[in-house]
């Protein structure tokens, strides 16, 4: 009962707050959530593949991928099932980042990305949002390695930054876990959820849900 008051108290807090999206409910817990099973993972034969619509495809092995600058990011992250987790902490790679320092190069036609998971999970953004600060190639979650079941070794992530209300907030599986490619695009091209009817933009503060 006591656990039970102390979450909606602190869902009350949020809520004045501002920080918590129509028909969410705050959890404490890191539910986990995702078709098929849970892939392995092997350092010497891991890779990320970016290419499309840029200029000199880029592959990345793990040792790599691990010497690339990295940031960290404080989120809010709201998943379409109605739950919604505060004040995450997350460490990774800033795509904004890699493309300010020339390591990634898209071309200027470039407008769309689209993040390849393990056994062809899939999911799509616009490039504007995979350039904000609240979207991250995320290698650390609350300071130790993801997790397996949360993406180990490394998933996109996107979510709501403290008064950042100038930033476009999508529901959180529009971050792929156990990600190994980037493919950016001049077109629109539905991922695996969207093509099952989610919503396209799935902008948590609009409550776009389904299609
Ligand atoms: N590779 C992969 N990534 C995925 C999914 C999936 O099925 N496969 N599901 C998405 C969905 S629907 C959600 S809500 C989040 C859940 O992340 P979590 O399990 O870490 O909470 O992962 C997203 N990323
Ligand atoms: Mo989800």
């Not at 501002?18 to 078709?35: D, M």
């Not at 987790?85 to 036609?109: A, N, Q, Y």
């Not at 070794?153 to 979510?159: D, E, Q, T």
């Not at 907030?169 to 980037?182: E, I, M, S, T």
Request: charged share 25%; proline share 5%; glycine share 8%.
């Amino acid at each position: 009962m006591d656990r039970i008051f102390r979450r909606k108290e602190e869902e009350q807090r949020i809520a004045d707050e501002g920080r918590l999206p129509v028909g969410q409910s705050l959890t404490r817990k890191f539910p986990v959530l995702h078709y098929g099973p849970v892939p392995s993972f092997d350092a010497a034969t891991w890779d990320l593949h970016v290419w499309g619509e840029v200029e000199g495809e880029v592959r990345w092995t793990w040792d790599e991928f691990s010497q690339l600058p990295r940031t960290s990011l404080l989120m809010d992250i709201h998943c379409v099932t109605r739950w919604s987790k505060f004040d995450t902490s997350w460490e990774g790679v800033s795509v904004r980042t890699l493309v300010e320092e020339g390591l990634i190069r898209p071309k200027p036609e470039a407008r769309y990305v689209i993040q390849h998971a393990e056994y062809g999970y899939n999911t799509n953004l616009p490039l504007e949002i995979v350039l904000s600060e609240n979207f991250l190639l995320a290698t650390h979650f609350n300071g130790e390695p993801l997790t397996l079941e949360h993406g180990y070794p490394l998933r996109g992530i996107v979510g709501s930054i403290l008064a950042r209300n100038d930033l476009k907030v999508p529901y959180f599986w529009k971050g792929a876990k156990w990600l190994r490619g980037l493919e950016f695009l001049t077109e629109d091209r539905l991922g695996f959820w969207e093509q099952a009817g989610y919503h396209n933009q799935a902008d948590v503060w609009k409550e776009e849900r389904f299609a």
